[in-house]
């Protein structure tokens, strides 16, 4: 097919790039024409063929393309291998298929400064599920470029320094269970070349070791220690943490992170409160909208981490008894409340983070729950649209049985569809109605997943996002 031919059916099919994917196949397993790249915008096409076919979770499709381009046209893969990487990334850590997830994440894990957000999405995927080794390796031969980097932002080699610091940590502890006397300087020694506030760090382990090897820290202890030193007190209750979600499996790096994003939360609206602890849904929503980064952000995986992990925490300082039943039942009915919104507002992308659901159950949380909602998340996978209303159906048994949380749900999707509806509003009074009708374009994302580009336009004009405000 001549290039002339295979663009005018490209571009006759930009609303359905379904069909034209034989085409693309047979076109891009040849060399291309000469010239091809300067007159036609390749790399759109490729995306393309991609970002249809990944919607329409038509997904060995996008991997077979995503193989052949790699193969034969190794300069265009270089350029979309940065949107192709993330997808694969999630597919594979989803699938257990341990073998490409690390092969995949080593192509991305070359020079990542270039591309430090991109990078550090797969990154904290690969966290979540745990492949705690997959990810240190990637750690040594970027730290350097990524801590002296011009064009990224200071402290940006942080994520880099706490795998080390939690893996040392996790390392020494177990090996002193197994006999072995902790020793503080061997930690320091293991991170020290990648710290830039030595001091800091050293004081931390100092904590940390304190936490993890001293019974005398019971609720008073703790509480005292509070009105002395809040940042201490929040430390030695991570060691604690940390050791108990151990004894679930739950590898200290990903439980340190859980309860580091936690305590970004807890210190911004708890600072002049003696309720360490308090969580308020409306402001815990908010937060939630923060750490995802928006509209333009390209890692919701914390959100999902710090929703469904905040869980175990909250059952660690039940259990300390540094929070009473009335804190402890406020706080599991707000995170049932989110969960519903979440689930409700990303019916098509739950699969994606299905991590939550590879930890140990937690104890606040009953089993049929726990399981209900996984085949929830399992069954999203196959969900090629877009509104809650079109996934109902699929998960009609799932709805039955999962309890209280289905009603969570429902309430979510009201919480959606209001928003929506308040959003059409704010547009009708800025720009005028002038006949058009808002009520049936797309939801207006609160909780942000990146926005694709054949999704629908988050601005509700009903175009696709790559036609509209992309540019």
Excluded at 26 to 49: A, I, M, R, W
Excluded at 123 to 146: C, G, R, S
Excluded at 295 to 301: G, I, K, L, V
Excluded at 404 to 424: F, R, T
């Amino acid at each position: 097919m001549k290039a002339e031919e295979f663009w005018d059916v490209y571009m006759n099919s930009t609303e359905n790039t379904l069909d034209i994917y034989d085409e693309a196949m047979v076109f891009f397993s040849e060399e291309l024409p000469d010239g091809f790249n300067q007159e036609y915008d390749t790399l759109e096409v490729v995306l393309e063929v991609q970002g249809h076919h990944k919607t329409a979770k038509k997904f060995e499709k996008v991997i077979d393309f995503v193989n052949l381009i790699k193969e034969k046209h190794p300069e265009i893969y270089k350029e979309s291998s940065v949107y192709s990487n993330r997808f694969l990334v999630n597919y594979y850590a989803y699938q257990n298929n341990i073998a490409e997830t690390e092969k995949i994440f080593a192509d991305a894990s070359v020079n990542v400064a270039e591309n430090y957000d991109e990078f550090l999405s797969f990154f904290k995927t690969l966290l979540y599920y745990q492949h705690i080794d997959i990810i240190e390796k990637a750690v040594d031969p970027n730290f350097e470029a990524v801590s002296n980097s011009d064009t990224l932002i200071c402290g940006s080699e942080y994520d880099l320094i706490i795998i080390k610091l939690f893996n040392s940590l996790e390392k020494h502890y177990l090996a002193s269970q197994a006999g072995i006397v902790f020793e503080k300087e061997k930690v320091v020694q293991d991170i020290q070349k990648y710290t830039f506030d030595f001091v800091e760090i050293e004081q931390s382990i100092t904590l940390f070791e304190k936490g993890l090897f001293e019974d005398n820290w019971d609720a008073k202890s703790i509480q005292k220690l509070f009105l002395e030193n809040k940042s201490d007190a929040y430390h030695i209750l991570q060691a604690q943490f940390i050791k108990t979600m151990l004894q679930k499996n739950i590898r200290f790096a990903v439980s340190s992170k859980i309860w580091e994003l936690l305590m970004r939360y807890w210190r911004v609206n708890n600072e002049k409160s003696q309720k360490h602890f308090a969580i308020e849904t409306q402001e815990f929503y908010k937060f939630l909208q923060e750490i995802s980064g928006g509209f333009f952000s390209n890692d919701t995986s914390d959100k999902y981490a710090i929703l469904w992990g905040s869980v175990y925490v909250y059952d660690f300082l039940f259990e300390k008894e540094l929070i009473d039943s009335k804190t402890y039942s406020e706080f599991i009915a707000t995170s049932q409340e989110l969960k519903g919104v979440l689930i409700a507002n990303e019916p098509a992308s739950l699969w994606e983070f299905n991590f939550v659901h590879k930890w140990q159950k937690p104890d606040g949380i009953s089993e049929i729950e726990f399981e209900t909602e996984a085949e929830i998340f399992n069954k999203s996978l196959t969900f090629a649209k877009h509104r809650f209303s079109d996934f109902k159906p699929m998960i009609a048994s799932e709805m039955e049985t999962i309890g209280e949380l289905s009603v969570s749900i429902l309430k979510g999707e009201a919480k959606i569809i209001e928003e929506q509806k308040n959003a059409d509003e704010r547009l009708n009074y800025l720009f005028g109605n002038s006949g058009a009708s808002f009520v049936e374009k797309p939801i207006v994302k609160e909780l942000h997943e990146k926005i694709g580009r054949n999704d629908p336009c988050h601005c509700g004009s009903g175009k696709k996002f790559k036609k509209c405000c992309l540019n």
